[in-house]
């Protein structure tokens, strides 16, 4: 279990019963109205916790890590990876920054300064990157599946909205990023014809 920043437990506890303006200081008598803060990042483990308890972190860690292999595995076949390496290559990426933490142990500058870029890939902090980085690797998942497999469907649209929607709550950076890649993907796929294919379509 890697529940590293405990400051953020009293949040899920809240949310978990529905205390949405929680008061944390003996000098505050009355609440002091919703907490402003993006509370849909706590959502889904404050679910968690109300049906499982404590464990449910634990059960959470387990669901988030068989998602990133199995997102990275179908990423990967899209790709034109075989399935063994498909699956090879989504492990390594998982423990990637474990292994990399472990070097940077060593002193060496280099690999400091990759493990650095690469410690927040993916790993079990809650509340980000456990969940926050999957939503962005499903929509890099979409965009292949749109753009390289060409099944454009509605319901792949729709999908790619409702996960950057959920990201512009999630972690905006994602959801800007998202945003400018679907569009240079739209605009080198359509190219000359691009605004009318937003008419049409």
């Not at 308890?53 to 034109?80: A, D, N």
């Not at 945003?179 to 993907?185: A, D, E, T």
């Amino acid at each position: 279990n890697n529940i590293n920043d405990i400051y953020y437990l009293p949040l899920i506890s809240n949310i978990s019963d529905f205390l949405f303006d929680p008061t944390y200081s003996n000098k505050i008598i009355e609440t002091s109205g919703f907490f402003s803060f993006p509370i849909l990042n706590f959502v889904i483990i404050s679910i968690f916790y109300k049906i499982f308890g404590s464990f449910g972190f634990i059960l959470l860690e387990i669901v988030c890590s068989f998602l990133f292999l199995y997102i990275f595995f179908r990423i990967l076949i899209i790709l034109r990876f075989n399935e063994i390496n498909s699956f090879l290559i989504s492990l390594f990426l998982f423990t990637l920054p474990i292994i990399l933490y472990n070097f940077s142990n060593l002193n060496i500058g280099f690999i400091e300064n990759i493990y650095i870029n690469f410690s927040t890939f993916y790993s079990l902090r809650f509340p980000r990157p456990i969940l926050t980085n999957l939503f962005l690797f499903y929509f890099l998942y979409l965009c292949l599946v749109i753009f390289i497999e060409e099944k454009n469907t509605k319901k792949n649209y729709l999908l790619a909205g409702l996960i950057s929607g959920i990201s512009l709550h999630l972690f905006y950076y994602f959801f800007i990023f998202q945003n400018i890649l679907f569009l240079i993907l739209h605009l080198i796929k359509f190219k000359k014809n691009f605004f009318k294919s937003i008419i049409t379509n």
